[in-house]
């Protein structure tokens, strides 16, 4: 894999994450401002790391769990891999006329974004399985590559793989620097995310957990492959990420940052180990320089996770006030 | 988790094998008698840890898989997990009497052996399934831990977790010392496993990959926990093994090592990637000091994959020629 070479977007805002950080010698998280939430992070990494004092955690047990979507890059309008199974449905539509008995698939040529979206999870499965079934990892993620060069959000009109947050590409630097593991547990499909994961994020492949398709092992023409089928094997979403954080892990994290409800077992399941904790969500209240929403959101929806937060003192990261900048190339 | 402190046989055989690497300065691999294994070994290590040659491998690319039953440590004359189960099955059975309706529970209280061989994985797996749901996976691996530290193999009356192979801990050291990274992927249960995988072979947690029950999670008096289901999630053999390598690590081995044909679909995927590869097969040919066996065993069997590597040239390691030491107290 020559992935600096192939993957020119990523490569770019990783380059203007590495500028920043050496930039600002004395500060590891300059894009956070100074405030309760950065207060917490950094008091959170020093207890952690003091030798000898009554929270330190051996580095084998530092692992930090991210969400994706709408944690460590945007979500609005839709989850970026929508727009990703929607582009391949398009191009893949002519020459299969059988999928369009599909309400789903009807709805998504349509455009009807409102009718998909009222079909919930089933609605947007069925697109994914139709589009991402059939293939190989390798395959879905030199697709996913090269959509993510170019493709770009409808509202923000910025390349998709432009709108992660500066703050947290920091704060991943900063927790690998102290000696966390760091990894994503994402409701978004596991390849899609290795496809750009290390590159943007420094996470490697083994450290990417996501919703997947089940698989078999076949010899194509002799050559073995694993290849993607239409059925669902996991959601890694609400309870499936401490499930899977349980399968894929072994361990339980001792900090974990969400931005949804999906992320509230994974957040409640990480506050109930014993010892020191971190357990913080980021809170979409800039609509000026993102997006604002939260309680009635059909995507990322944050009610039940942010009342929790709220009563039991988790640390809730105000986009407006605590992001200095939110995307890389602000 | 006290590792070093609770786990007392684990540490005596980590001791051992830490004991013998100091001692031979000159030779990181001393329990290998020179011969074609030892030197497929470190000509595979040389070449891609060579920057600018031709087959150097990037560290982030050195994906090591080691198979565990047979191949890390020993499995004769049953795998000794099952050991396990029907331990806790004799001690589980008197407050279950519905169970006596399994013929499978049946073979094994009496003892019968032959009966629950000839029933095959499915035997064996409702006995798993019996004895390991209900349990967290820190509660799995408490009773796993405690077992162990007493537990004796029935024919070579060894306690079970010294029957770990020191050629293999030694290989494991050499490939991290030279950028590797090590996995285990097992058809055993992934928590079983995990119980001593960091103490005795110093992998970690999430660098265990097995079979495993579904789970579910659940606030049990009000704290969440992840719990196992008596259903089957993952059976991590055959073609299970690299289909959850896919999903798992997401990067096709170079380097994999296994002893039966539960390993061929890993070693036969392992092999079919582009640049330098090792497949590796540990034959059981030592009735002396350790067990013989392969075409014929229900128990790692080893029949098509012993074709192929001798076929395809894949290395196979002679028990009784290529260690000069088979266990850590030899």
Same mark, same amino acid.
């Given at each position: ?39 917490? #992070?950094?008091?959170?990494? !020093?207890?952690?790391? &003091? ?13 930090? /769990? ?20 929607? !582009? ?23 455009? !009807? ?13 069925? #697109? ?23 493709? &770009? ?28 593991? /760091? ?13 750009? +994961?290390?590159?943007?994020?420094? #996470? ?15 010899? /194509? ?12 094997? +996991? #959601? ?33 399941? /990480? ?17 000026? &320089? ?6 009635? +959101? ?30 890389? +190339? !602000?």
């Amino acid at each position: 894999m020559k992935r600096g070479v192939a993957f020119g977007a990523a490569a770019l805002v990783a380059m203007l994450a590495f500028a920043t950080l050496s930039f600002a010698a004395g500060d590891p998280l300059p894009s956070w401002r100074d405030g309760t939430s950065k207060q917490a #992070i950094v008091d959170f990494v !020093d207890k952690v790391n &003091r030798k000898g004092g009554p929270d330190f955690v051996p580095p084998a047990q530092r692992i930090a /769990t991210f969400d994706n979507d709408g944690t460590l890059w945007a979500e609005q309008p839709m989850y970026f891999q929508f727009f990703f199974a929607l !582009d391949r449905l398009k191009q893949m539509a002519p020459s299969h006329p059988e999928w369009k008995k599909s309400q789903a698939v009807q709805a998504a040529l349509a455009g !009807d974004m409102a009718k998909l979206a009222k079909m919930g999870h089933k609605g947007l499965l069925e #697109i994914v399985g139709l589009t991402h079934s059939g293939l190989t990892a390798q395959q879905m993620q030199k697709l996913a590559k090269d959509w993510l060069k170019t493709a &770009r959000n409808p509202q923000r009109k910025m390349l998709f793989i432009q709108m992660v947050y500066q703050p947290m590409l920091e704060l991943l630097v900063y927790l690998r620097a102290h000696g966390f593991k /760091t990894f994503i547990v994402s409701g978004g499909g596991v390849d899609f995310i290795r496809a750009f +994961s290390q590159d943007v994020y420094g #996470i490697p492949p083994e450290q990417v957990i996501g919703s997947s398709l089940k698989a078999k092992f076949e010899l /194509t023409g002799g050559k073995p492959e694993v290849v993607k089928l239409p059925q669902i094997g +996991s #959601i890694d979403d609400g309870d499936g990420k401490p499930i899977n954080i349980e399968l894929h892990i072994g361990q339980r994290p001792i900090m974990a940052v969400g931005n949804s409800d999906g992320d509230l077992a994974m957040l409640q399941w /990480t506050a109930s180990g014993a010892g020191p904790r971190l357990m913080m969500l980021v809170h979409h209240d800039d609509a000026a &320089r993102e997006f604002a929403y939260d309680r009635k +959101s059909h995507v990322g929806r944050l009610e039940k996770a942010l009342d929790q937060a709220r009563r039991d003192g988790w640390t809730v990261v105000s986009m407006s006030n605590d992001f200095a900048r939110v995307f890389p +190339s !602000d």
